[in-house]
């Protein structure tokens, strides 16, 4: 299954209720304020680190670039992908789980 | 793959409605089918007529309405939504004796069964929104 998130974990508890719930090997995408959780060095990079255990994570490229993060200044392990990664990501799961 | 896609934001309330328009197109470029995009909730202000946003501000009714007028996408306007938020085509605007129509051209005005039905038959729904 694939998850999306958009809100940010320091504005809404979205994220850690998705990595609370998700099944292990899903596919988690994080886009819009949610890319905000891939940045390395924040108080969120244990939850990140201990889910990148568990699952695939991505950030969308647009929404990362729009708030001037570079890809370098992700946490190891979180993979970056434009919006045709985010289709084939769609197409790759048999459901798509949005969270609100 | 055929995909439906639910916008149940407004473009100014935060991104969702900009995500979706951009999942669309790039969906539709890799060949893939959008059987409908739903918009509901306050997800049916994109398909006002009458917004005239600054010139070098994303333009994202008109960037809908290209879109659907380039790749013919169903476009659907929630019928219940749209009247609470004052979004009417001709005849609604008509029936309720207001002064004017301002749904956007490429939209058109339904039921939620539009979107119930495009889910059956879609492979995968998508839902953008706050």
Request: proline residues 4%; negative net charge.
């Amino acid at each position: 299954m694939l998850h999306t998130v958009n809100k940010s974990p320091f504005e809404k508890d979205s994220l850690n209720t998705c990595f609370r719930l998700a099944r292990p090997g899903s596919d988690v995408l994080l886009i819009e304020d949610a890319v905000y959780a891939a940045l390395a060095g924040s108080c969120f990079e244990p939850a990140m680190s201990e889910a990148l255990a568990r699952y695939s994570v991505f950030v969308l490229k647009a929404d990362l670039e729009a708030r001037g993060i570079d890809s370098g200044d992700l946490i190891s392990g979180v993979r970056a992908v434009d919006y045709s990664g985010f289709v084939d990501l769609a197409v790759k799961n048999d459901t798509v789980q949005s969270w609100l | 793959m055929n995909f439906v896609v639910v916008v149940n934001e407004g473009p100014y309330q935060h991104q969702a409605s900009y995500t979706a328009y951009r999942f669309t197109r790039s969906a539709l470029e890799k060949g893939h089918k959008i059987m409908r995009v739903f918009f509901y909730h306050d997800g049916v202000n994109n398909g006002t007529s009458l917004t005239v946003p600054p010139q070098d501000e994303p333009q994202i009714v008109k960037q809908w309405c290209q879109l659907a007028q380039d790749r013919d996408l169903d476009l659907v306007v929630c019928v219940a939504a749209a009247q609470r938020r004052g979004i009417m085509d001709h005849r609604e605007a008509e029936r309720h004796e207001l002064s004017a129509p301002n749904l956007a051209p490429g939209f058109r005005i339904a039921g939620l069964g539009q979107l119930i039905d495009a889910s059956i038959d879609a492979e995968r729904l998508l839902v953008f929104g706050d």
